[in-house]
């Protein structure tokens, strides 16, 4: 399995554009997670999904930012429109169950808004 | 809210050399504890975790015993090697199935050969 995949690995984009971040989870797993990692707040999860479905969207930021997951291989993360601060790594990670440990991650998008 | 905070890096050894990482935490239940590595371009992998107080998890020359007492799970290696180098992140959860997920900042460890 090639694991999860993202796409693209880097972004650079100017304020006020919307970007897009992908992700193809590993297949057969019914979860899926959105992180962000910051150097100022570390890695949070933003949202994550169940045979996707959405569950739990607290950790967004705020509404400036989307998820979807349209089928069972493949979510994006949307921000429109973006932000200097949005400026972060963001990862994606699949599993079978909802346990930390049971998470594979993506090799993650790092994002730059300048 | 739980918290975990982790030595700041970077953390620079030279090869062979024994390694901590100190990891602390903060929580209102009986979390679970783990440390995750991110190798250079590449996400994060569980590299081992304990489920209760004076666990030990280990993996690849890595150990860290759950400490109640002192709220603190921290990272260990007798002997470090160059392939080591990566950011090394300690995590919680309250509950091994639930969404509250809590990292730490990271600590970047390079080995010197």
């Known amino acids: 399995d090639a694991g999860v995949i993202q796409s693209p690995r880097h972004e650079v984009t100017e304020m006020g554009q919307e970007v897009t971040l992908r992700c193809k989870p590993i297949?057969?797993?019914?979860?899926l997670f959105w992180y962000r990692q910051t150097m100022m707040r570390g890695l949070e999860l933003l949202i994550y999904f169940n045979n996707n479905v959405p569950i739990d969207d607290s950790g967004m930021p705020e509404d400036r930012f989307s998820a979807k997951m349209p089928n069972a291989s493949f979510s994006t993360l949307k921000i429109q429109p973006s932000e200097p601060r949005d400026s972060a790594v963001y990862f994606c990670a699949s599993s079978l169950g909802l346990a930390l440990d049971e998470q594979y991650f993506g090799p993650g998008t790092r994002l730059t808004v300048t | 809210g739980d918290s975990v905070t982790q030595m700041e890096g970077p953390v620079t050894l030279s090869e062979e050399a024994f390694l901590t990482i100190n990891c602390t935490y903060t929580?209102?239940?009986?979390?679970?504890l783990f440390w995750y590595v991110q190798y250079p371009g590449e996400g994060l992998q569980l590299l081992l975790k304990?489920?209760?107080?004076?666990d030990k998890g280990s993996n690849k020359g890595f150990e860290a015993t759950y400490r109640k007492e002192t709220t603190s799970f921290h990272l260990e290696k007798g002997s470090v090697q160059v392939s080591d180098s990566a950011v090394y992140f300690c995590a919680l959860t309250e509950r091994n199935y639930g969404q509250n997920f809590v990292f730490g900042p990271g600590t970047r460890l390079s080995v010197l050969p």
């Open positions: 304990a489920t209760k107080a004076d």
């Open positions: 929580a209102t239940g009986y979390p679970s």
């Open positions: 297949s057969g797993h019914d979860y």
